[in-house]
């Protein structure tokens, strides 16, 4: 997921449009499922996208073949050949090709331009007014009414995609360091967060991690600014303004947090030394105690040799009051290509993989589905702290407009601001910021 967070992040200086791909969770993904319901005849009249009147077939008559692209190629000799064929088996006369594409965004991208897409992929992000030329409808799936980011991917009162996953954004930390530094709960004020980060340095611990050098990892330290900012509009809203970037606004407050303990010397010694590989295992081994990024990572300490039952997810506090919020992120949508010649049978399989396949509780991610229960202790930990729970937006077209005119890479932005003087940074970006906010509107 972090993969695809980045990716989209990215991907809003060169196309219209978040994020997020960071992802790990553990949820009880059992619930059973039906294929979509059939016509009387088995095989209804063509709609006006070009599906079944009602995109739906009978379990039954679900035969034939599909073939599904997807960008996790570590998977698809494993467990999402399992996944095909618990599905195959359920559905007797059925095929499932999967296609594992490592350079995932750009061969997709290829394959919209000729036209060929497959029939099962992961949404490749366009403007919203081509979502009904490249991706068929997937309301009658009946999952609307349950499912996270529905608007995320809609146009015109349709879904074309369903985030595969959600990843919540929070303060991962190594217990077993906490104790170290005699530290017996998480933060939940900001001067608690900075009193334990003197605990920690004081103890010979790295506070808070970052791998500053690799940049994405520092995308999830806007959120204080749009919990401060009250919304997740904030993105947005810079529309609104010739001078978004201010160090009294939420821009300043929520990155402030950020540059407070660089400032401090509480992040890593060589903060442009410090990548992702590397943190994982110092965050492991307890060399490092925090870090402020999605709740997917807690698979990655696992897989560095942190029991489960020592790591901690709590929400980020961002003020003295006390109250909490976290930022949930979706991820790489599941889609069904217009073109598909089997639609029902796509739709079927994408149902199935939400709501039958297990993947979520194989992986630690936290599924699409509002009714799961959230079983993996960090994330009921994280959750019994009662946050006020925001959905990330994607960004407006006349946001991503003003964005790619001054060439805004929002990664580096973070590094500017943190290692810099905050207003000298905030002053040559509001100067960018007005300049191409001025030449789009031309």
Excluded at 39 to 61: I, Q, R, T, V
Excluded at 286 to 307: C, D, E, F, R, V
């Amino acid at each position: 997921m972090k993969k695809n967070v980045a990716a989209t992040m990215a991907m809003a200086l060169g196309v219209g449009l978040l994020a997020g791909c960071g992802s790990a969770n553990n949820d009880d993904a059992n619930a059973s499922a039906s294929a979509p319901a059939a016509s009387a005849s088995g095989s209804a009249a063509a709609s006006p996208s070009g599906s079944a009147a009602s995109g739906e077939a009978a379990e039954g008559n679900l035969t034939g073949t599909i073939t599904w692209a997807t960008h996790r190629t570590e998977l698809v000799d494993t467990d999402l050949k399992k996944y095909v064929e618990a599905f195959e088996a359920k559905y007797p006369g059925t095929e499932v090709k999967i296609e594992g594409l490592k350079d995932y965004e750009q061969t997709i991208r290829v394959r919209m331009a000729a036209n060929e897409l497959p029939d099962v992929l992961s949404l490749v992000e366009t403007t919203k007014a081509d979502l009904p030329k490249f991706y068929e409808p997937l309301d009658d799936l009946g999952l609307d009414d349950n499912i996270y980011f529905k608007d995320y991917n809609s146009y015109e009162g349709k879904l074309y995609g369903i985030t595969q996953q959600v990843a919540i954004n929070g303060l991962l930390y190594n217990k077993q360091a906490f104790e170290k530094a005699g530290i017996t709960t998480p933060p939940k004020t900001l001067d608690e967060l900075y009193a334990d980060a003197d605990k920690l340095k004081a103890a010979g611990i790295v506070p808070m991690a970052t791998a500053f050098k690799d940049a994405w990892t520092l995308q999830y330290w806007t959120d204080p600014a749009e919990f401060i900012y009250g919304s997740t509009n904030l993105r947005n809203d810079k529309i609104n303004s010739d001078a978004p970037f201010t160090a009294d606004g939420a821009y300043g407050q929520g990155l402030g947090i950020l540059k407070n303990l660089y400032d401090k010397g509480e992040l890593e010694k060589d903060v442009y030394s410090a990548t992702w590989d590397q943190t994982q295992k110092d965050l492991a081994s307890g060399k490092a105690a925090m870090m402020y990024i999605g709740n997917w990572a807690i698979s990655n300490l696992i897989s560095n040799g942190l029991p489960l039952e020592q790591i901690g997810f709590a929400p980020l506090p961002y003020d003295n009051s006390g109250t909490v919020k976290g930022m949930m992120r979706n991820d790489w949508a599941y889609a069904v290509s217009s073109t598909s010649k089997n639609k029902p049978l796509a739709k079927a399989f994408i149902k199935f993989m939400i709501e039958e396949s297990g993947d979520y509780a194989d992986h630690m991610i936290i599924s699409p589905l509002k009714d799961q229960p959230q079983d993996l202790a960090p994330i009921a930990d994280f959750m019994a702290n009662k946050p006020e729970m925001l959905e990330a937006q994607s960004v407006s077209e006349q946001v991503t407009a003003v964005e790619n005119k001054m060439q805004f890479d929002p990664f580096k932005f973070i590094q500017e601001v943190t290692v810099g003087k905050m207003q000298d940074v905030f002053d040559s970006y509001n100067k960018k910021w007005k300049a191409a906010k001025a030449a789009v509107a031309k």
